[in-house]
């Protein structure tokens, strides 16, 4: 299965579907950008058949953030201010509910909207030449947008969420896996693929286990207290033996091959 939607192209392979921002050679971001993105996890969420995405980009960047470069900041992103950030909250947090785990390629520039897009995900693969930079305060607004001020104090700890949102400085990808904030830095030429094998290790466990998983972990961030995140597994877990899976584990393991799970 392959389809592009404008600028951004789709790829069904192997249980991973593949999502690709292609505005070469920034990948500049606004509004429309973040809403095909948004319809391409909807697609996916919608396909059984994909258990896990990857968000990779064409060109020298993954996302250079908005263009300033030739328009101010309502004509980069679209809109007029207020409308702006509407819009984007609508689109953002689209993202945020795609029900199967999202693993981050990011090349080159990942800033401003395209950290965000690079939190967005669950899981990060960087190439040596990644660098990364909260830049909404370095044009006179908030580093607080598209989710930014929820991800990055979770993802990296709210000391160091707190100097690089302050600051607005770019840092490379050595510091962001220093900083808990991707799995692993490989070399340029080895990004994709290395993305592609983290979602293909995800996508081998159950469509039920992966997504109560992801679920589960993000709904006990904001868990009142341990009780309350217990309280959330056990269910979880009795609703899991509904699906039979954990005896196909047992009888795939005494016979020795690859459990075939049951679908949701």
């Keep these: 299965m392959t389809a592009t939607i404008r600028d951004v192209g789709i790829e069904l392979k192997d249980r991973v579907g593949t999502v690709e921002i292609r505005r070469p050679p920034n990948n500049f971001f606004d509004n429309a950008l ?3 993105i948004g319809d391409a996890f909807d697609a996916f969420d919608r396909n059984p ?14 996302c250079a953030g908005a263009d ?22 609508k689109e953002a947090i689209r993202l945020f509910r795609t029900r199967k785990p999202i693993v981050a390629a990011v090349h080159g520039a990942a800033v401003g909207g395209g950290l965000a897009l690079a939190l967005a995900c669950v899981l990060r693969v960087a190439s040596d030449d990644a660098f990364f930079a909260s830049q909404f305060i370095r044009v006179g607004l908030s580093s ?25 400085r770019r840092f490379t990808a050595d510091e962001a896996a220093r900083y808990g904030m991707v799995n692993r830095v490989v070399a340029r030429a080895d990004l994709r693929d290395s993305a592609l094998d983290l979602a293909d290790a995800v996508a081998a466990n159950s469509e039920y286990g992966v997504y109560m998983t992801k679920l589960g972990m993000w709904t006990n961030l904001d868990a ?35 459990p075939t799970w049951n679908p949701m």
């Excluded at 058949?49 to 993954?62: D, S, W």
């Excluded at 030739?70 to 992103?77: E, Y």
């Excluded at 598209?146 to 607005?168: N, Q």
Aim: aromatic fraction near 6%; charge should be neutral.
């Design 34 to 36: 973040i809403g095909q």
């Design 49 to 62: 058949e994909c258990r896990t995405i990857v968000l990779a980009a064409e060109g020298k960047a993954f």
């Design 68 to 89: 300033f470069s030739s328009r101010p900041l309502t004509g980069a992103l679209g809109e007029g201010p207020d409308g702006v950030a509407r819009h984007l909250y």
């Design 144 to 168: 607080c947008d598209v989710g930014t001020s929820y991800t990055l104090p979770r993802v990296v700890g709210p000391t160091i969420a707190a100097e690089l949102m302050l600051t607005g």
């Design 224 to 258: 009142p207290s341990l009780r309350h995140a217990m309280e959330l597994e056990n269910r979880t877990q009795v609703l899991g033996t509904f699906t039979r899976n954990m005896t196909e584990a047992g009888r795939a393991f005494v016979e020795k091959r690859d």
